[in-house]
């Protein structure tokens, strides 16, 4: 994800119906920005990790994520079964970690977990990764250096099977692994659309984001006129809120401004080249280009993400049609043995993945239970 602050701990209480049942352990993973295609069949020859946790268990073929295709909207939506439009999730409390990604970190945080289960000391861990989105932001999605952040986390990944073992934890342990979306090519020189160029930012009381989704809060009486006038720039679609389509599940959300624009893939909006988000290289300045980003259309093939889930719950070496973000909700309660709180998932599009789909239908039971979901928010010097 764009403009995080770096890493930190950081603890969801997420409200659950009472336990249901007992249940194996639960290790979870949200890898930032793990477009669909990375783990391809061929890509998968030279990530044996990542092999080998497709021949142990289930592999979709490919996560849809909610709109807007950004990070903070479709963690609450992997987190709570619900649209974007209608989580009403407001976080009132996180640590801030100001240090960046390394893979040191991350294997350490797979290792404390596996501890934690071995010792009793944690029934479910949640372990967020976000060095593939960082490098595939900076440098582009088909980069080297995005290629060689998934390898090492697939060198982790094939230690964690190992370690598994070494615990004794394989008839025990269930794992998710998912991404938040997907990741796409960005051309700063040639693709930027600049507002100024169009319209008075004077005109506007309040512009929110810059890249492919931009809301904005027209002035008294400017509504008609911005429209109008944004509305024949090219590689962009500008909506009033109640024409936003109804399939990406945004307008009714209570903070929906009164114009959203949306960039065509590849396109990046914002009021002026002087306002774009560079980032801080190798000089120590912000001046380098951002080559990829992600926020777009979540019907596009690039917006799209993983899910892959082995363990002695989930079925071998098994292909599974698309899933959506809203879905993996109804998974994580299903192997907490937690009954899940009303949700837009499908549960008919997940329960091809289980080994013993009959004894696994989760009913919705809601109470005042609260499960503890902790994400180990992984970053370094």
Same mark, same amino acid.
């Given at each position: 994800m764009a403009g995080k602050l770096g890493s930190f701990l950081l603890v969801l209480v997420l409200s659950l119906a009472q336990p249901v049942s007992t249940r194996r352990k639960l290790l979870v993973f949200l890898l930032d920005g793990f477009r669909w295609d990375y783990i391809s069949d061929e890509a998968l020859e030279s990530l044996p990790g990542f092999k080998e946790i497709v021949s142990r268990g289930v592999k979709v073929d490919y996560l849809t994520p909610d709109f807007p295709t950004l990070s903070y909207p479709n963690y609450y939506t992997l987190m709570t079964g619900c649209e974007v439009e209608i989580l009403g999730v407001r976080p009132t409390y996180c640590l801030e970690y100001k240090n960046v990604p390394t893979d040191i970190n991350f294997a350490n945080a797979v290792s404390d977990a596996l501890d934690s289960f071995k010792s009793g000391? =944690? &029934?479910?861990? =949640? !372990?967020?990764?976000e060095r593939i989105d960082v490098e595939g932001h900076h440098y582009g999605p088909s980069s080297p250096q995005r290629r060689d952040a998934l390898k090492a986390v697939d060198i982790v990944l094939k230690y964690m099977i190992q370690w598994i073992q070494e615990r004794g934890l394989q &008839?025990?342990? #269930?794992? !998710? !692994?998912? %991404?938040d979306h997907g990741m796409t090519d960005i051309f700063w020189m040639d693709k930027v659309i600049e507002l100024s160029e169009y319209i008075s930012l004077n005109d506007l009381q309040q512009v929110k984001d810059r890249g492919p989704v931009v809301s904005l809060w027209p002035a008294p009486g400017k509504h008609s006129e911005i429209y109008d006038k944004l509305s024949q720039v090219e590689h962009m679609t500008v909506y009033e809120k109640e024409a936003i389509p109804s399939r990406f599940y945004y307008k009714k959300g209570k903070f929906v401004s009164p114009l959203t624009l949306v960039a065509d893939e590849g396109w990046f909006i914002a009021e002026s080249r002087e306002m774009l988000p560079f980032w801080m290289n190798s000089t120590g300045k912000r001046e380098g280009w951002q080559r990829g980003w992600h926020g777009y259309d979540n019907e596009l093939m690039d917006m799209r993400g993983i899910f892959l889930a082995f363990g002695p719950d989930f079925k071998s070496n098994f292909r599974a049609a698309p899933i959506r973000s809203v879905d993996v909700y109804n998974v994580m309660c299903n @192997? =907490? *043995? !937690? %009954? $899940?709180? $009303? #949700? #837009? *998932? %499908?549960? %008919?599009?997940?329960?091809? @993945?289980?080994r013993d789909p009959a004894s696994s239908v989760p009913s919705v039971q809601p109470s005042n239970c609260a499960l503890a979901f902790i994400l180990l928010l992984l970053f370094a010097h």
């Open positions: 000391r =944690a &029934d479910l861990a =949640a !372990i967020y990764h &008839d025990d342990l #269930n794992v !998710i !692994i998912f %991404s @192997m =907490a *043995g !937690i %009954s $899940p709180l $009303p #949700n #837009n *998932g %499908s549960w %008919s599009r997940v329960v091809c @993945m289980l």
